[in-house]
């Protein structure tokens, strides 16, 4: 079981009100991710569910039962850390056996669970080397493999791919997904790339100062922001926004509409602009338009093959049943 | 080519290394200036046969080693203690490290007159409050209160050198080991101690080479005495040449000195050496 729970949990360091107090129930089996910009507590919020920061109010429960008090290392939690902290003077085999020999299993058991922990995340070959001979891929798989072993009720990640490069990042990102459906263990996992986010998660935590703006999977909080925040955040491109005018006549401050939701011609719209500079990514190419009338630069997505240039005239038609539309304090008009 | 640097170096090093080879071989007593001749090995028997050469190679062995275990194991629970927030923490930091800067016979003499006295120090005094009779240290455990003065000496090197070794020491992997299970005293065997396991190699070494070589400390305190006690090679050679005036024979103990020393420092070497490494 791996049921967590936060009951008006609040940090601060020293002075500062780091997470102003939250409420936050996870699910048994579900991949969790907490997304948001730089300094917005993600960290925090997870090293205080590890244990590893103590409450300054509010409660910690896993499984119904109260572990504000208790230590990390009872908590039943692993986690992975962004710099992956592999213990460098210890053997590959070593460092994922640490767990267990904490925990004074014997031998044979130890050396069982290394191997087939090893075995998964493809390691066999590299038990005996130290973490300073791997690349930056198999460190990660190591740190994996030392939060496997343990068998723990839940799984905390903290951006454990944000070291490594993009074809790579892409991979792990498969693998830790496909880890999730084979163990079915709760996870947790932390990211600052909404992308990441989308793709891997069940549930979306979006967080902005410490405070959760909105929870919920990867689609509703694509199609239901909750607030003009959610709504730039989630989504590659971002959401164009419009204010005044434009925006009045759809009765709301502010409008939103996202590239994918716009169509670019060069004969019918109601919006005039200027193609400026386009972004060619072979199945999609993302146009940034400039409408004078609009006073705004809004980014369309268009089929890889549109041949429109530099300079062009165009018109574009938003999809009027996806706009989105904002109160003047942000939050959204349904 | 040969850099001038290096030239100047070599003479530097090798003219008063030759001239103390060239002494070694001669009979050359103070007292009977202008009558030198050349005598072979002779300094070099005498001075190994004589008694007190082996009292000053266990008395060597037992100051450095002692210091080395007493500085090391205090250089590590200071540097510890030193690395938790605590109030005050930079003043606490500044009087750990003072030691290092009184110099060696001021501060031997510190200990020897204010605190080891058996009359006046404030040992003495402490057990004089307790009712207990004052223990006079230098002679009844002078090697043992060299050792202390010279550990005191030495603590702050020690702290300092493992202090910023564990300033260098990645939280997370403390954190990592301390979900992993291991308590606090797991985490310094597993964690902490491999990763001061090179700053440790470092301050063995440096240290060890100054102390095969305390003098000031011993001239001041106890004269290399009572007997041959607290007499170090150092001061062994000292005393030939000096007080009795066996230039001839100090040398060839100077000899002897350089060659023990590079043998330790060789096995040192061989030993701890590969620490070093990557
Ligand atoms: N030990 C600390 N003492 C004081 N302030 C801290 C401490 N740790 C974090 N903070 C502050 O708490 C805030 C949240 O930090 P946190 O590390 O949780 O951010 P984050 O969301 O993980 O950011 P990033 O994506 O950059 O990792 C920041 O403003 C940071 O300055
Ligand atoms: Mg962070």
Redesign the interface.
């Known amino acids: 079981m791996g049921l967590i729970t936060l009951k008006n949990v609040s940090k601060s360091f020293d002075d500062v009100e780091v997470i102003p107090p939250l409420d936050l129930e996870i699910r048994d089996g579900e991949f969790v991710v907490f997304v948001g910009p730089s300094g917005c507590g993600k960290s925090t919020l997870l090293r205080l569910i ?1 244990g ?1 920061e103590d409450i300054t109010s509010g409660r910690v429960e896993i499984d119904g039962v109260d572990v504000t008090e208790v ?4 908590r039943r ?3 992975v ?3 992956y ?3 460098p ?2 053997s590959v085999r070593k460092n994922i056996a ?2 267990l020999r ?2 004074k299993l014997d031998k044979a058991e130890q050396s069982r669970r290394v191997e087939s922990a090893a075995h998964v995340l493809n390691l066999t070959e590299y038990l005996d080397r130290r973490p ?1 001979q791997l690349s930056g891929g198999q460190r990660q798989r190591v740190a994996i493999g ?1 939060a496997i072993v ?1 068998e723990p009720e839940a799984f905390l990640f903290d951006e454990p791919l944000s070291n490594l490069d993009a074809a790579l990042r892409v991979n792990m990102r498969l693998e830790i997904s496909e880890l999730h459906q084979s163990l079915k263990t709760t996870m947790i996992y932390v990211t600052h790339d909404q992308v990441e986010a989308m793709t891997m998660a069940d549930k979306i935590v979006v967080l902005q100062a410490g405070v959760i703006e909105q929870v919920g999977s990867p689609l509703e909080l694509y199609h239901n922001p909750r607030n003009l925040f959610v709504a730039s955040f989630i989504g590659s491109p971002k959401m164009n926004f419009l204010r005044g005018d434009e925006a009045d006549r759809h009765g709301a401050h502010t409008i939103g509409i996202r590239p994918e939701h716009i169509r670019i011609s060069a004969n019918e719209g109601e919006w005039k602009g200027t193609v400026g500079v386009s972004e060619h990514l072979g199945a999609d190419t993302f146009f940034h338009v400039r409408c004078e009338e609009l006073g705004a630069t809004l980014t369309v997505r268009a089929d890889g093959d549109n041949p429109l240039q530099y300079g062009d005239s165009v018109l574009l038609a938003p999809e009027l049943a996806k706009l989105q539309r904002f109160d003047a304090d942000g939050l959204r008009i349904t | 080519m040969i850099s001038p640097a290096v030239a100047l170096l070599l003479c530097w090093m090798l003219v008063p290394l030759g001239l103390t080879l060239y002494f070694s071989f001669l009979r050359y007593n103070l007292l009977m200036p202008g009558m030198e001749q050349w005598t072979g090995w002779t300094n070099y028997y005498f001075f190994l046969t004589d008694p007190s050469f082996w009292d000053a190679i266990r008395n060597t062995l037992t100051l450095v080693i002692g210091v080395l275990i007493i500085t090391i194991i205090g250089g590590v629970l200071l540097a510890l203690l030193l690395d938790q927030e605590m109030w005050g923490r930079n003043i606490v930091r500044l009087l750990v490290i003072a030691p290092f800067f009184v110099m060696p016979t001021v501060s031997a003499l510190v200990w020897k007159n204010m605190f080891m006295n058996p009359v006046n120090g404030l040992f003495a005094q402490l057990s004089g409050l307790l009712g207990l009779e004052p223990f006079d240290f230098f002679a009844h455990a002078p090697l043992s209160s060299i050792i202390a003065i010279v550990s005191w000496q030495w603590l702050p090197f020690a702290t300092l050198i493992l202090l910023t070794a564990l300033q260098s020491l ?1 939280r ?2 403390l ?9 606090s005293i ?1 985490r310094l065997l ?2 902490v101690l ?2 001061l ?1 090179r700053a440790i190699t470092v301050v063995i070494l440096i240290q060890t080479i100054f102390l095969l070589s305390i003098f000031a400390e011993i001239l001041v305190t106890t004269n290399g005495g009572p007997g041959t006690a607290t007499t170090n090679l150092t001061f062994l050679v000292y005393a030939q040449s000096l007080l009795q005036f066996d230039v001839g024979g100090g040398s060839a103990g100077g000899v002897i000195a350089i060659v023990l020393a590079n043998i330790v420092a060789i096995f040192l070497m061989r030993m701890i050496g590969r620490n070093l490494d ?1």
Request: proline residues 9%; charged residues 20%.
């Open positions: 590890a590893l230590p990390p290392a009872r939690l692993a986690m850390f962004q710099s902290a592999l213990y003077h210890m640490f767990p904490m925990a300073g030392r343990r | 990645d997370e992997q954190e990592a080991s301390e979900m992993d299970g291991a308590g797991n597993f964690i491999p990763h396991a990557a």
